[in-house]
């Protein structure tokens, strides 16, 4: 019998507990409804205000504002649904004679269906690097038909299918890659004779051998750049890359600072793709492994090279540096200089 009588004590205690949960949760789902958007009289108004600039960028200018009120005006509601009003900046457009609004427009006229992918075929065949490689463009590609797009090397003998460490030819005799993990600082030989290949408009390769290159890795307040000297000039199909820098850029093309407006900006990475930098057109381009790989603006019609990732750009430094190796050489350096992409039509910011 006092086993019996515990149990239904236990038991009774349960029942109870079990009440206590279900008329909490019946408190707590009234009070809920009580304050949901359909148990109170309430707006949310969004009202044009005016047009606003931000250097080359058109905003609409909305003020949102939201106004609540509840029948019991309970502290509660107070809290959960207080009254405010915000304003919303949306962008519309670029600044017509810009440099923004003419990469913008280029872009999404010639970016709809194309792929991130650079090259549709890419392989090493047995006896790689005696035996070249086999490689084809993309032509649905995101760059396919810009002027440069061939001065883009698909890959050079050190690489070994890693992607890594890339030459752009930014002349007719000069490629450019990164500096650091290079070797030491300074002019050096231990390139010379290595392959780099390039690929023409219609799939045909091109190769060139390394004469001389030089180094820079900071080491001295030199930057960060690897300038490789080739044996012969690049034919007419080749394109070299036409430059510019970042801070000139900067100043006609605010990116990345304005961050919520579209700046198309090219980067390649190791694994044969290209970022546009414009969701969803996007890849990760700061791998390890990544460092060197172009920056380019996308021109009408045109890759203009300014950096790499994580390394330096053109400079008065490195054309003097290209000299150089074309002195060892005993060519002219002037038939060999960097072409400066001419950004003044465009107004500065």
Request: glycine share 8%.
């Amino acid at each position: 019998m006092r086993r019996l009588a515990k149990h239904a004590v236990c038991w009774r205690n349960r029942v109870g507990f079990s009440c206590l949960i279900l008329l909490a949760l019946a408190q707590l789902e009234r009070l809920r409804a009580q304050t949901t958007p359909e148990s109170y009289p309430g707006s949310t108004t969004t009202n044009f205000l005016d047009w606003s600039t931000n250097g080359p960028a058109i905003f609409q200018v909305f003020q949102l504002s939201a106004t609540n009120s509840s029948p019991t005006n309970s502290a509660l509601f107070r809290l959960q649904h207080r009254n405010w009003v915000s304003t919303n900046l949306n962008f519309s457009s670029f600044v017509p004679d810009s440099l923004s609004h003419a990469v913008w427009t280029n872009f999404l006229a010639h970016t709809n269906g194309r792929e991130l992918k650079i090259w549709s075929g890419h392989r090493y065949p047995a006896g790689y690097p005696t035996n070249a490689p086999v490689i084809a463009w993309n032509t649905n590609g995101l760059m396919w038909g810009m002027r440069g797009l061939t001065g883009l090397s698909p890959c050079w003998e050190p690489d070994l299918g890693t992607g890594h460490a890339p030459i752009t030819a930014l002349t007719r005799r000069h490629g450019y890659t990164r500096g650091h993990g290079m070797g030491l600082e300074g002019f050096t030989t231990n390139r010379i004779g290595l392959k780099v290949w390039f690929l023409t408009a219609d799939n045909s390769l091109v190769e060139v051998k390394i004469k001389q290159s030089v180094v820079r890795t900071r080491a001295n307040g030199n930057g960060d750049y690897t300038i490789v000297l080739f044996d012969w000039d690049l034919p007419p199909s080749i394109q070299s890359l036409r430059v510019t820098t970042f801070t000139e850029i900067q100043s006609k093309y605010p990116f990345p600072t304005q961050s919520a407006v579209p700046h198309p900006i090219f980067m390649t990475e190791q694994g044969g793709r290209v970022s546009s930098s414009v969701f969803p057109l996007v890849v990760d381009v700061v791998k390890g492994g990544d460092s060197g790989c172009p920056n380019l603006l996308p021109m009408p019609a045109e890759l203009v090279f300014f950096g790499g990732r994580s390394t330096t750009g053109p400079t008065p430094e490195m054309q003097a540096d290209m000299d150089a190796l074309c002195r060892m050489e005993k060519l002219d350096p002037r038939k060999y200089q960097l072409q400066w992409v001419d950004l003044s039509k465009f107004p500065s910011y």
